[in-house]
C-alpha cells in the first residue's frame, strides 16, 4: 500500500494511506496544486502531475471506519546558530518612515495599556532604587529581566497576540532570566570600565567628596583633562549601548543565549547604523518634544519663577513617559524588521523519507 505525504500550510504531513487518504481526496484536502510526495517520486510534486498507483483503494469501503487524523509534529524551534546565520546572511532593509508610521499605529491602538504598562515599570525600577537590599541589584542585574517584560508586551501586541500585565513577567522565566541578568551586569561592568579612569581622576582631586566645583576647575588644564576623560569613556559607551540595543529582544523572544545576542545585535546593527540612528533620533525627538514645549512655555512666560519652574519640570517628565510608548513601539518594529521570524517550512528538495 503506498504511503503517501503532504504539504498543509507550513506542516509536513504523513505518512497517510489507505481509507485515510480516499478520505482526503473525497474532503478536498489534497488539491490539484497540493505538494505531495510518496516513495519512487524524487521530489514534491504537485498532485496533477501524480500518477496514482493502479492498485491505490481509493474507495473506503464500507465497513472500515475512518481513522483519525495524525496530528503533524510541530516545527522544531530554530537553533541559535542556525539563527544567526539566517539573520546576518539577510539584508533587510529599514524604511524610516513605514517604521515610524507602524510605531504610531500601534501606539495610538493600544494607548492606554502601553502607556499603564509603561508607567508602572518605571514606577516599579524607581521604588526597588529606594530599597537599599535592591539599589545594587537592580541596575546590575534585574534591569533586563523587567526591561525585557515591557518588551514582550509591545511585541505581543505588534504580532496581534493577547498580551497584559501577566507578559511583564516573560523575562524571569526558566532558562531567560539567567541571560537576562548575566547580559545586564555584563554591559553595566563595561560601562564602569569605560568611565572608571574619569571616575578614578574625580577621586583623586576630590570632586567626589563634594569639592568646590568652581575653585577645581578654575584650572584649565584640570577642566580639559576631565573633559577629554569623559569623551574617551562617553563615546565606547554610547557605542556599545547602540549596538547592544537588541539583545534583551534576542534572549526573551528567541531564546539566544545572552553573549550570542550581544554578538548577533552588535553585528546586525553595524549593517545598518545610520538609518537606525536616524530612525531612533527621529522617534526619540518626537518623545521629547512635549517636554521641551512645556519647559519652554515655562522659561517663556514665567522667567524667573523657580517654584513654577520646578512644576514644569514635573510635568515635562510626565509628558515624557506618557509619550516614551512611541519610542519604544518605533524601536520594537525595528527589531521585527531587522530579526524577521523564520518564514514558514518551504517543501524540502529531498523527501522526509530520505532525510
Known amino acids: 500500500m503506498t504511503e503517501w505525504y503532504y504539504i498543509d500550510g507550513p506542516r509536513r504531513v504523513g505518512p497517510v494511506s489507505g481509507p485515510e487518504w480516499a478520505s482526503l481526496l473525497r474532503e478536498g484536502t489534497i488539491a490539484a496544486e497540493t505538494l505531495v510526495w510518496h516513495e519512487g517520486l524524487e521530489k514534491w510534486t504537485p498532485f496533477r502531475l501524480v500518477d496514482a498507483p493502479e492498485s491505490e483503494p481509493f474507495d473506503e469501503p464500507e465497513d472500515v471506519e475512518e481513522p483519525a487524523a495524525v496530528p503533524a509534529a510541530p516545527a522544531a524551534p530554530e537553533l541559535p546558530d542556525a539563527l544567526e546565520a539566517r539573520i546576518l546572511s539577510t539584508e533587510t532593509p529599514l524604511p524610516i518612515r513605514a517604521t515610524l508610521r507602524e510605531g504610531w499605529r500601534l501606539f495610538t491602538r493600544y494607548p492606554g495599556l502601553l502607556v499603564s504598562v509603561t508607567l508602572l ?13 535592591l539599589q545594587m541589584a537592580v541596575p546590575l542585574v534585574l ?24 507578559s511583564l513577567l516573560a523575562g524571569f522565566r526558566s532558562g531567560i532570566f539567567g541571560n537576562l ?5 555584563v554591559a553595566n561592568l563595561v560601562m564602569i570600565a569605560c568611565f572608571l579612569p574619569l571616575v578614578l581622576t574625580m577621586e583623586k582631586w576630590g570632586l567626589s567628596q563634594g569639592a568646590d566645583f568652581k575653585a577645581l576647575l578654575a584650572d584649565p588644564t584640570r ?3 576631565l573633559g577629554l576623560l ?21 534572549i526573551a523572544d528567541r531564546g539566544l543565549p545572552f553573549g550570542q545576542a550581544m554578538r548577533l545585535s552588535r553585528r546586525k546593527v553595524l549593517q545598518t547604523p545610520w538609518r537606525l540612528a536616524g530612525l531612533l533620533g527621529l522617534a526619540g525627538l518626537l518623545t521629547v518634544l512635549p517636554a521641551f514645549l512645556i519647559l519652554f512655555g515655562v522659561s517663556r512666560f514665567a522667567p524667573g519663577d523657580a517654584a513654577l519652574f520646578s512644576r514644569g519640570m514635573a510635568a515635562a517628565s510626565f509628558a515624557v513617559m506618557l509619550v516614551l510608548p512611541l519610542y ?11 530579526f524577521p521570524p523564520r518564514p514558514a517550512e518551504q517543501p524540502p528538495t529531498l ?3 530520505a532525510q
Open 121 to 133: 515599570v518605571h514606577f516599579c525600577l524607581s521604588l526597588a532604587l529606594q530599597v537599599p537590599l
Open 143 to 166: 534591569d533586563g529581566a523587567i526591561t525585557a517584560g515591557l518588551y514582550t508586551v509591545y511585541l505581543r501586541l505588534l504580532r496581534d497576540e493577547p498580551a497584559g500585565f501577566g
Open 181 to 185: 541578568a548575566l547580559k545586564t551586569l
Open 223 to 225: 577642566t580639559a583633562a
Open 230 to 250: 569623559a569623551v574617551m569613556g562617553g563615546i565606547p559607551a554610547l557605542f556599545l549601548t547602540f549596538c547592544w540595543l537588541f539583545a534583551v529582544p534576542l
Open 328 to 338: 519604544l513601539s518605533t524601536l520594537l518594529k525595528a527589531y521585527e524588521t531587522l
Open 351 to 353: 523527501p522526509p523519507a
